[in-house]
């Protein structure tokens, strides 16, 4: 019987080895061009991520820009109408914007929808660029100083105290050495501060910016992504500043934000004169530490209210005094200086500041309102208090620029009551010595003064909280203000 030897099938050690190689290979390729692929996507992922994290920056920016009055260019304007405003001192100032007032709460609409509660904003919002911070992306970060927002987008508060610091973006880069964005001829010119480029109108209502920002890739040899992009836009709230102006020649004004005669208004009582003095209650009863009695007009007739009998009233977020001199630097500022307006319109003006006693911008009268003196009644009123605790004594002042050719208009704002209503030998009023002040003081404009060729002195009055513009309206029964602007053209106006 024959037996065959069976074929044994399989692989030599050197076909193995072979084998192996090819497998180790083409495993080795692939996880190559995986790892391509991965960092490809993450290189993909990180542009993205960047490009969105720039556009992200642009449209909050713009937002904030379509919510403004105004775009601030030089950093001196910063703190044009109030010294405390300011940013962060490690940084370089881009541009700021100015908002309008704003309702903080929902609360702040009337149902209705006719009335509202607005806060003024103390200070701009400002833009600027610092060195990153070690938890940020180099080589420089663009930061916004302003107030900060609720989940609603709100402004938290109006005040520049509890304004803060915000990362917007990170990255941005040093090199300048990009293609910029075109802007219109008859803007200002493009300014470029490391990646951030940016162009302003001249009326400071519009605005295109561009931001280069780039991301390290770490991990990656020699790999930096880098993105630009760019956005532009106006702003949508009308600049009370320009206001007024298509009548006049604006190359005349040189651009000038300026009012002018009538146009210029404070707290509802506009100019009537270029010859303009100012009296304002600084005594304490004007301290946001002064409590007043609490009421309501209910049938014409004012109204205690019990709950709460005592409060700290408040005019667009400020205690009276604060709000006081806010408005009234805004006033000030718009005014015409005397460089920028024709002889006819040149305003000579005088504060005073009156707490029992007076306390005056210019111990020897009314000035021409030029820019140096502008500076100076703004810097003026930055330094007064309301810390006296004694009523408002205006007679002397009003008495005397009865008599002076060089006051044509005088506006008395003030919170309380004169603790004196009668002339005396101690006090006269041109030259009289009995009766009522604010009889002598119509008669004698009304018989006396009319007849000159100065003309009536005009007499606008401003009342704060009380109403002492009429006698029914407050709880003294006490309407001094109101009789001392009974005159032609002159009015009272009550401020709540």
């Known amino acids: 019987m024959n037996f065959k030897e069976p074929i044994k099938n399989g692989f030599s050690i050197i076909e193995l080895i072979i084998a192996g190689a090819i497998s180790i290979t083409a495993i080795s390729v692939g996880f190559s061009l995986l790892q391509i692929a991965l960092k490809g996507n993450k290189i993909d992922e990180t542009q993205m991520g960047l490009n969105g994290r720039i556009n992200d920056t642009l449209d909050f920016i713009l937002d904030e820009v379509k919510a403004s009055k105004r775009i601030i260019e030089n950093e001196a304007e910063i703190t044009q ?38 806060n003024q904003v103390e200070c701009p919002i400002v833009y600027s660029l610092r060195p990153s911070l070690s938890t940020e992306k180099s080589p420089y970060a663009l930061i916004r100083y302003g107030p900060q927002y609720n989940e609603s987008g709100y402004y938290i508060s109006p005040s520049y105290v509890q304004f803060q610091e915000t990362t917007l973006l990170d990255g941005i880069t040093e090199s300048t050495k990009y293609k910029k964005i075109s802007c219109p001829a008859e803007w200002n010119q493009i300014k470029t501060i490391k990646g951030i480029s940016f162009c302003i109108d001249n009326f400071k209502k519009a605005v295109e910016i561009q931001i280069e920002a780039s991301d390290p890739q770490r991990g990656i040899v020699s790999n930096e992504i880098r993105s630009i992009a760019s956005i532009g836009g106006f702003t949508s709230i009308q600049d009370e500043n320009q206001i007024n102006m298509s009548q006049y020649n604006l190359g005349d004004l040189e651009n000038s934000s300026s009012c002018f005669n009538e146009q210029c208004c404070w707290m509802g009582i506009c100019l009537k004169s270029n010859k303009v003095t100012y009296i304002i209650d600084n005594s304490f009863f004007m301290n946001e530490n002064y409590l007043h009695n609490n009421g309501q007009i209910v049938n014409g007739i004012w109204q205690p209210i019990n709950d709460p009998e005592l409060i700290s009233p408040r005019i667009k977020g400020k205690n009276l005094f604060d709000h006081t001199i806010s408005s009234l630097k805004q006033h000030i500022n718009k005014l015409p200086s005397s460089n920028n307006a024709s002889e006819a319109d040149q305003i000579y003006m005088q504060i005073i500041a009156n707490n029992g006693s007076s306390n005056y911008l210019f111990e020897d009268g009314p000035k021409e309102l030029t820019t140096e003196n502008k500076i100076a009644a703004l810097s003026y009123l930055n330094n007064l208090t309301a810390e006296v605790q004694s009523e408002i004594d205006p007679w002397d002042d009003i008495c ?10 005088m506006i008395v704002l003030s919170a309380w009551k004169p603790s004196t209503i009668n002339a005396s030998t101690n006090q006269p009023c041109v030259g009289l010595n009995n009766g009522e002040f604010d009889e002598i003081i119509y008669e004698y404009n009304q018989l006396t003064r009319s007849k000159s060729e100065t003309g009536a002195l005009v007499i606008d009055t401003i009342s704060l909280y009380h109403n002492f513009c009429e006698t029914s309206k407050n709880e003294f029964r006490n309407n001094w203000l109101g009789l001392l602007s009974k005159g032609a053209e002159s009015y009272c106006t009550h401020i709540k």
């Not at 005397?400 to 208009?409: C, F, P, R, T, V």
């Open 81 to 118: 109408l109030n010294q405390n405003c300011t940013f962060p001192n490690n940084s370089e100032f881009l541009f700021g914007i100015s908002l309008p007032d704003q309702a903080l709460v929902r609360s702040d609409y009337a149902p209705e929808g006719d009335q509202f509660s607005l």
């Open 400 to 409: 005397s620029a009865l008599e002076s050719e060089y006051i044509g208009q």
